[in-house]
């Protein structure tokens, strides 16, 4: 609150609730992704589905849980979160798997349903993959969990 220049009691003016500075939180860093993309847009790094499942399945994101995916650190307390929280996330959810349908289809050539199928998939094996790896305590079968869920997105016949 110091660097920001706020007392905590003027921070928290900004928000009705504790639970509203959850969703905002929530909100906010479930926009990654369409940031990346949207920068990519306007003439930044390139953004596909391959260097997206590598990013989020590397060393660096399963290591640093604090700067990543709320999703991949903290699903299970977003399930148990109030009404709103769940809404938020469940609106930046669908667009997240709504982008990566983009990416893949840019990515095969495939229809719109099938897209979004394989989508849907990704981000549940993404997500899965980088909790898992993090739950581990050997650092061999985190990586081989990382690598191998990677592979098999970005290579399905592999």
Do not use: Q
Request: proline content about 3%; some cysteine.
């Amino acid at each position: 609150m110091k660097k920001a220049g706020l007392t905590v009691g003027g921070f928290y003016k900004h928000f009705k609730s504790r639970d509203a500075l959850v969703a905002e939180a929530v909100g906010s860093s479930l926009d990654m992704w369409k940031d990346r993309f949207d920068a990519a847009a306007a003439g930044g790094p390139r953004f596909t589905y391959d260097s997206l499942v590598d990013d989020y399945l590397s060393e660096a994101h399963c290591n640093h849980p604090g700067i990543g995916c709320p999703v991949g650190a903290l699903a299970g307390d977003i399930a148990r979160s109030d009404n709103h929280t769940r809404a938020v996330a469940t609106r930046k959810i669908r667009d997240n798997i709504e982008l990566l349908a983009g990416l893949i289809r840019d990515k095969n050539k495939t229809g719109k349903d099938t897209a979004r199928s394989r989508a849907a998939m990704s981000y549940c094996a993404i997500v899965g993959a980088i909790s898992m790896a993090r739950a581990v305590s050997d650092k061999e079968l985190s990586r081989e969990i990382l690598t191998t869920v990677s592979r098999r997105l970005k290579n399905p016949a592999s």
